[in-house]
């Protein structure tokens, strides 16, 4: 089945340490998102890809980035964790046409934890 | 600026209840509106959608109507179940104005629970 995959499903790093987080999609879609959520709250976009732009979220941390080397793989780098960034982080993709975007599809998500 | 109010929880109601979740949204243009579940430690599921006005989705039982005049996208059911207990969000994109790459807005989420 097509879909988009998160791996690791869980991810403890420590404090400061840098951690990448990865997601996979056989769904060929043009568009690639990810949200932070914090628990108890709502989803929160960080930025996407279309194709190979990238759009940033006016109010994302600089301690966040993202890579996207091919339509299927698209990866979050967080470049010093801190306990404040301990959150699920999703992945998400879509088929962006002329008229619209069309099958916006989650991932599992990666819980990461700082300690 | 673009926006989704949902009623907050915890919702608790009994099994074979009817259940509605208000939600409605500020945007410019003309949002797809999507309802979507979230089970504990799982990531979002899609429940339902609608993308334009008077259209209904609806679901394994469950269902909402895009409402333009009033802005609303309510989420109903007519019985629920122990196993419908999850977070529910309502969120819009904006595929059909130009916007539609920039991702999807949410609501805080309502927690559903259902007592047997």
């Known amino acids: 089945d097509a879909m988009v995959i998160q791996n690791p499903r869980y991810q403890v790093t420590q404090f400061g340490k840098p951690v990448t987080l990865s997601c996979s999609q056989t769904?060929?879609?043009?568009?690639m998102y990810w949200y932070q959520q914090k628990s108890s709250q709502a989803p929160k976009l960080l930025f996407h890809?279309?194709?190979?732009?990238?759009?940033n979220e006016a109010d994302t941390p600089d301690n966040f980035q993202s890579r996207r080397p091919n339509t299927s793989f698209c990866f979050l780098d967080i470049r010093s964790p801190g306990l404040g960034d301990a959150a699920m982080y999703l992945c998400?993709?879509?088929?962006?046409?002329?008229?619209?975007?069309?099958?916006?599809?989650f991932g599992s998500g990666t819980r990461l934890t700082v300690v | 600026g673009n926006s989704v109010t949902q009623m907050e929880g915890p919702v608790t109601l009994s099994e074979e209840a009817f259940l509605t979740i208000n939600c409605t949204y500020t945007?410019?243009?003309?949002?797809?509106l999507f309802w979507y579940v979230q089970y504990p430690g799982e990531g979002l599921q899609l429940l339902l959608k609608?993308?334009?006005?008077?259209d209904k989705g609806s679901n394994k039982g469950f269902e909402a109507t895009y409402r333009k005049e009033t802005t609303s996208f309510h989420l109903e059911k007519g019985s629920v179940q122990v196993s419908d207990s999850a977070v529910y969000f309502c969120?819009?994109?904006?595929?059909?104005?130009?916007?539609?790459?920039?991702?999807?807005?949410f609501g805080k989420g309502t927690h559903l629970i259902i007592q047997p």
């Open positions: 998400a993709t879509s088929r962006f046409v002329t008229g619209g975007t069309l099958g916006y599809t």
């Open positions: 769904l060929n879609h043009n568009v």
């Open positions: 890809y279309y194709d190979k732009d990238f759009n």
């Open positions: 945007a410019t243009g003309y949002p797809s």
């Open positions: 609608a993308t334009k006005a008077d």
């Open positions: 969120a819009h994109s904006m595929g059909d104005s130009g916007g539609g790459a920039d991702g999807l807005t």
